[in-house]
T-cell receptor, first 114, second 114 residues
Framework: GESVGLHLPTLSVQEGDNSIINCAYSNSASDYFIWYKQESGKGPQFIIDIRSNMDKRQGQRVTVLLNKTVKHLSLQIAATQPGDSAVYFCAENRYGGSQGNLIFGKGTKLSVKP | EAGVVQSPRYKIIEKKQPVAFWCNPI?????LYWYLQNLGQGPELLIRYENEEAVDDSQLPKDRFSAERLKGVDSTLKIQPAELGDSAVYLC????????????FGEGSRLTVL
């Protein structure tokens, strides 16, 4: 069925290394994608978004890549820090323009080793 | 500026009892969302409000769940009667308007049904 999913449920990296979190989506009609970070006991926090007319977008230490050909989304975190430890969710908007129809994936837990 | 405020943070009840969650969105945010998050899963939309109007409640189990946003500001989500499977985190989020950018989430209300 249609779903937003993740390749890996957990990811462990060394402090200072770069992290790459992957996400697959199945609906080619999705036109807006968001990455959220969720720390334990807190609500999801917006990290970065990208529209389908782009294939790359950069923020502070984060980059989102979108490959529409293979319906793949990735989040790259440069120089990963202990404070980056959290669960990361990708979300897709399947109906164009309305964030109320965001479909979240199951999440990847990122652990940063000091 | 205050973020999205939810209460209570934690609630433990016995099955068949009623429970209510309250959310105060960010001032000026017209769109309010209630999400359900099961352990290890991404958030799932229950209902979305534009001002006081529920514009998407297709995923709300209406036999036991109800929500209101009478004055278009704060909102209440109610479950009556609660079932064991309702144990989850109930997240409230708000945005300036539909499709206006990122959703801001509250810290959630964790419900445990015994």
């Amino acid at each position: 069925g249609e779903s937003v999913g993740l390749h890996l449920p957990t990811l462990s990296v060394q402090e200072g290394d770069n992290s790459i979190i992957n996400c697959a989506y199945s609906n080619s009609a999705s036109d807006y994608f968001i990455w959220y970070k969720q720390e334990s006991g807190k609500g999801p926090q917006f990290i970065i978004d990208i529209r389908s007319n782009m294939d790359k977008r950069q923020g502070q230490r984060v980059t989102v890549l979108l490959n529409k050909t293979v319906k793949h989304l990735s989040l790259q975190i440069a120089a990963t820090q202990p404070g980056d430890s959290a669960v990361y969710f990708c979300a897709e908007n399947r109906y164009g323009g309305s964030q109320g129809n965001l479909i979240f994936g199951k999440g990847t837990k990122l652990s940063v080793k000091p | 500026e205050a973020g999205v405020v939810q209460s209570p943070r934690y609630k433990i009840i016995e099955k068949k009892q009623p429970v209510a969650f309250w959310c105060n969105p960010i001032s000026g945010h017209n769109t309010l969302y209630w999400y359900l998050q099961n352990l290890g899963q991404g958030p799932e939309l229950l209902i979305r409000y534009e001002n006081e109007e529920a514009v998407d409640d297709s995923q709300l189990p209406k036999d036991r769940f109800s929500a209101e946003r009478l004055k278009g500001v704060d909102s209440t989500l109610k479950i009556q009667p609660a079932e064991l499977g309702d144990s989850a985190v109930y997240l409230c989020a708000s945005s300036l308007s539909q499709g206006a950018g990122e959703l801001f989430f509250g810290e959630g209300s964790r419900l445990t049904v015994l």
